[in-house]
């Protein structure tokens, strides 16, 4: 069974879609496309970057290679055993971040049932991603009326 795996990196001041991706599903795909993704967007950078996401992207080894990147992780804390310490949630930021955190689901849901995404009609990564791909650009084009109004 082939089972694929959608990631999208969004400007959270916006709620853009800025990038957009497709994996096959393994335990460690949403970390390894979260750092691909990154890379691609700001090479070199050295401004600090902030990367809010669920409570799954919460592992030291993630947080480590985040550190290093110069990208802020605001996940939220797992119970006793998280990555995450005071030197991130200490900042007024990470709760406000945590209050936004749900934009980044919205793209999926309007994926699934108005860009067609439930269940693909295509076979093959490549095909797949483009779709998938295609459905993000759409979403963007949704949200344009409501950013150009304001």
Partial sequence: ????????????????????????A??????RAAIDMLHRHSPGS???????????YDSADFVAELRQIV???HVPQKSRHSAI??????????????????TIEEPFG????????????YRGI??????FTL???AFNLGRLPKLLAA
């Fill in 1 to 24: 069974m082939l089972c694929l795996m959608g990631h999208s990196l969004m400007e959270t001041r916006s709620g853009l879609i800025v990038q957009a991706d497709l994996t096959g």
């Fill in 110 to 121: 309007w994926a699934k049932t108005v860009g067609g995404m439930t269940q693909t009609l």
């Fill in 46 to 56: 050295t401004r600090r970057l902030t990367l809010e996401s669920d409570r799954g």
């Fill in 85 to 102: 310490d005071g030197r991130t949630t200490r900042h007024p930021g990470y709760d406000q971040s945590q209050r936004r955190r749900k």
């Fill in 26 to 31: 393994d335990g460690h795909a949403e970390r």
């Fill in 135 to 137: 459905a993000m650009a």
């Fill in 71 to 73: 990208a802020t992780q």
């Fill in 126 to 131: 490549e095909r797949v991603r483009a779709r």
